[in-house]
Every structure is written in structure tokens, then in C-alpha cells.
């Protein structure tokens, strides 16, 4: 008897952790790196996320262009494979990447809102093209984004728009709008990953000149 309760009880455990699972938010991961040294200050977390509008000729990772395929994971799933790990981050944190992270906004806060609770330093890479300045529930949802976000990894892909859509296939006002929207938020950004490279005095100049934020 005491043998078919302990079953009974491990039945209801595993229906109880599939019942959670059922209703937790899902993320559509590409990849895993759990030592980046070139995503964000010290050693960090790096998760790759599905997904992204933007067709960079350059870009390195393509794969991660369509929403479909990769793995699904939870937010507790990420924070644990952190935690069995946390002792590499002393000095590091986790970065969001991709793909574009903010094609999944409401999963990617879940997780830094989860991680700056066990305080983990939280950083985004993004080109910002999904980021809509005239849409309230866009704009809120970004609002509690940044609220836990500790520094902002923004990629230029070029500084001429012109240019700028040939390279990407996209116009370049999104990712202005979102860089007055971090610099009047005060966040720490740190515009990087230009696609470029002849054009790459150009930027460095342009940088000098935007914005005492901009590292």
C-alpha cells in the first residue's frame, strides 16, 4: 500500500511540473552559449533567440531569421542551466541575442525580469527594428523591458539610410527612434557589431558625436 501511494504521489508530482510547464510562457531558442566572452561585459550567458524581420547580407547567423525549428524552453529552464553554472558569471550576467530578441518581448522580459530578481546582469543585443515609438502597447511592453535591462548591445548596421536598407532590407528609422528612446530612458548602451567595415571611421565618428550614453 505504502508502495502504490509513494507512485501515486510521484504520478501527481510529474502532472502537477506538466501542468506548470503547460501554462509557463514559451521561448523559441536557436542555441545555447553558456561561456561568451563577446556578448557583454565578463563571461556570460548567451541565449539566442528565433527569429528576425531584418536580411542582413552579412549576417552570421541566418538560422536564426525563421521563428520555426529550435527549441522551445521556459523561463525556469534558462535560469536553472544558469544557476548550474552561475560560479563562470561571477563577473558576467546573461545576454539576449539572436535572431532579433525582440520579435518574443514578452518572454524575453519574463527572463530578465526573473533574472534581475536573483541578481543577474541582463544585457540586449538588438538592431531595435521592432521597436514602435507611436504604438502604446508596444511601447509599454518596452517600458518594463527596460526597467530590467542593465545595458543595451545595439547593432548598426549602417548610418546612411540608403545604405542601410540595401544592407538590411529594412529602413532605418526603428532603430533611430529606439536609440533617443534608450538615451532619454538614461540605459546604458553600447553600440557595436557594425556590418561594415569600410564605412566603420564613419561610425566610430557618428558615435562620438550622438551621445555621452553611447560606450
Not at 532605418?172 to 571611421?201: A, G, M, P, S, V
Request: hydrophobic fraction near 35%; aromatic fraction near 10%.
Amino acid at each position: 500500500v505504502q508502495h502504490s501511494l509513494h507512485k501515486l504521489e510521484f504520478r501527481n508530482c510529474l502532472t502537477l511540473i506538466q501542468i506548470e510547464r503547460k501554462h509557463a510562457m514559451i521561448g523559441h531558442i536557436h542555441s545555447i552559449e553558456t561561456c561568451g566572452t563577446v556578448d557583454g561585459p565578463g563571461m556570460r550567458f548567451v541565449v539566442f533567440f528565433k527569429g528576425c524581420p531584418m536580411r542582413c547580407a552579412y549576417c552570421h547567423n541566418p538560422d536564426t531569421w525563421d521563428m520555426r525549428g529550435g527549441e522551445e524552453h521556459t523561463v525556469e529552464d534558462l535560469l536553472e542551466q544558469y544557476e548550474s553554472l552561475h560560479h563562470f558569471y561571477k563577473n558576467g550576467g546573461i545576454t539576449a541575442t539572436g535572431g532579433e530578441p525582440l520579435m518574443q518581448i514578452d518572454f524575453l522580459t519574463e527572463l530578465f525580469e526573473k533574472a534581475k530578481e536573483k541578481g543577474i546582469h541582463t544585457c540586449l543585443d538588438t538592431s531595435g527594428v521592432m521597436f514602435h515609438r507611436d504604438n502604446p502597447e508596444l511601447l509599454a511592453k518596452f517600458d518594463r523591458l527596460m526597467k530590467a535591462t542593465d545595458l543595451v548591445m545595439l547593432d548598426i548596421k549602417h548610418i546612411d539610410k540608403d545604405k542601410y536598407k540595401k544592407l538590411t532590407g529594412r529602413e532605418i528609422d526603428k532603430y533611430e527612434k529606439f536609440l533617443q528612446t534608450c538615451q532619454k530612458k538614461k540605459k546604458n548602451i553600447f553600440n557595436c557589431r557594425n556590418n561594415c567595415f569600410r564605412h566603420i571611421f564613419t561610425c566610430i565618428n557618428w558615435m562620438l558625436c550622438a551621445s555621452t550614453s553611447i560606450s
